[in-house]
C-alpha cells in the first residue's frame, strides 16, 4: 500500500473528535446517562479522547469501556488465525445508559453490527448510538454512524489509515491505494 492523500493531521482529528463530543452533548441534552465504549483496537483511544472533550465541555467524567468484537466478527471461519480475541473491558452498568460505541473507520457495517451484539450481551442499554472518525462509505448492512468526523467516499481498492499516538506514534488520517 502506498499513501495516495492525507485527509487529517493530528489537529484535525482533534477538531473532528472535538465536533463529535459537542454533537454527543446535544443530541443528548447533556451526558448523566451517557457512556461511552470503544471498539478495539482503535476505537478504543478515540473514546477515551472523546471522553476529555466531553469531561472539559460539560465537567462531567463519562465511563468509557473497552469492547473487543472478535468472537462476534461473522468472517471468523474465513481468517481464524489472523485474529486473537482481546479484552473486554465495561467496568459499569450498562442497563439503561446511552452508549456510544466509538470505533475508528466505518466501512461495510459488520464491526458496528459485532459490536452491537456485544453490547447487548453485556446487559440492555437503554439505546446505542455510533461514532466514527471516519465514514468511508460501502455498506453491506443497514448501518450508519450517529457521529462522523469526516464523510471520506473512497474506491473499494482503497484503505483509509488512521494513526493514533498510544498505538502508532503519530496521529493522522490517510487515504493509501493498492501498489
Request: charged letters at 30%.
Amino acid at each position: 500500500m502506498k499513501e495516495k492523500k492525507i485527509i487529517m493531521d493530528a489537529r484535525g482529528m482533534d477538531r473532528a473528535l472535538l465536533r463529535i463530543a459537542h454533537e454527543i452533548i446535544e443530541r443528548n441534552q447533556g451526558v448523566c446517562d451517557i457512556a461511552l465504549i470503544g471498539i478495539k483496537r482503535r476505537g478504543v483511544p478515540i473514546a477515551k479522547k472523546l471522553a476529555e472533550h466531553i469531561a472539559a465541555i460539560e465537567g462531567i467524567s463519562v465511563p468509557v469501556g473497552t469492547l473487543d468484537i472478535t468472537s462476534y466478527r461473522d468472517d471468523l471461519s474465513e481468517q481464524p488465525a489472523a485474529l486473537s480475541a482481546g479484552a473486554t473491558d465495561i467496568s459499569f452498568n450498562i442497563k439503561g445508559k446511552t452508549i456510544v460505541m466509538v470505533d475508528d473507520v466505518v466501512h461495510t457495517g459488520r464491526t458496528a453490527r459485532a459490536a452491537m451484539d456485544a453490547i447487548i450481551d453485556h446487559g440492555r442499554p437503554s439505546r446505542i448510538q455510533f461514532a466514527a472518525l471516519i465514514d468511508r462509505g460501502h455498506r453491506e448492512l443497514p448501518i450508519r454512524p450517529d457521529y462522523v468526523g469526516k464523510n471520506l467516499p473512497t474506491s473499494h481498492d482503497e484503505l483509509v489509515a488512521v494513526c493514533i499516538l498510544e498505538i502508532d506514534g503519530s496521529e493522522g488520517v490517510a487515504l493509501m491505494e493498492k501498489d
